[in-house]
């Protein structure tokens, strides 16, 4: 926004040709300076927009809030919390998913992609067997743990909705896991007195059974650790 011009102030009243003492001079000041604040005002007052993205990005942006949203129970699972996690308004959500329904469905197909999973267990840097268990548990116990949260929330919303996945999908997502497991695993394989495939079975069970809500167990990562690597007798 410019300064007013001489015509301008000459019809607000202001004579323009008056400088006898530096008046026309310091209320043109005046009249900048009161643009500028309020400019500032204005600027402070807007909303932030969420960053450009693709459509592609701002979708997994939107399924990425809505995984975190949906770990806080059916309650919360609304489509002003998703949005405002996601930064965006309400309707541009559905600009990417048709409803509520449609997105809850998208967000469990997302929890249950072991992909983040696997690219964690191989970047996993431990440099001991029993600490690389470890790591692997913790892990895999958080990832089962995220899954329970949003399955309970798609039973509380849709008791009656028809399985989303099948079983050939589930043994994929279970090899591709698996898979990244043993990886991770094979640097102290000669430590084992097992097959790889054998110990991450059980490394894989023993995650499941301590994370599944039905059990309602509080192992902690250590035990688990100590019952894998050296069983259940009293070695003194």
Do not use: N
Request: hydrophobic share 45%.
């Amino acid at each position: 926004m410019g300064i007013p011009s001489s015509v301008g102030l000459a019809s607000s009243g202001m004579d323009p040709s008056f400088d006898g003492s530096g008046a026309w001079r310091r209320a043109r000041k005046a009249v900048s300076r009161c643009v500028s604040e309020r400019s500032l005002i204005t600027l402070s007052s807007v909303t932030p927009r969420a960053p450009a993205l693709s459509p592609a990005q701002r979708r997994l942006s939107i399924l990425e809030a809505a995984s975190v949203v949906a770990m806080a129970g059916p309650a919360g699972f609304t489509a002003r919390a998703v949005a405002e996690a996601a930064g965006v308004a309400e309707g541009t959500i559905f600009r990417y998913f048709p409803s509520m329904d449609a997105l809850l469905d998208a967000v469990i197909c997302h929890v249950l992609d072991p992909a983040p999973t696997c690219a964690a267990l191989r970047e996993l840097q431990s440099p001991t067997l029993e600490q690389r268990v470890a790591d692997m548990l913790s892990l895999q116990r958080g990832a089962m743990e995220r899954v329970g949260r949003v399955f309970a929330l798609a039973v509380a919303d849709r008791p009656q909705a028809p399985r989303q996945h099948s079983h050939e999908q589930h043994h994929e997502r279970l090899v591709r896991l698996q898979e990244a497991m043993a990886e991770a695993l094979a640097p102290f394989e000669h430590e084992l007195r097992f097959p790889l495939q054998t110990v991450v079975a059980q490394i894989h069970a023993a995650a499941f059974t301590a994370s599944h809500p039905m059990f309602d167990m509080h192992v902690p990562d250590t035990v688990l650790v100590d019952i894998l690597l050296h069983g259940l007798k009293d070695r003194a």
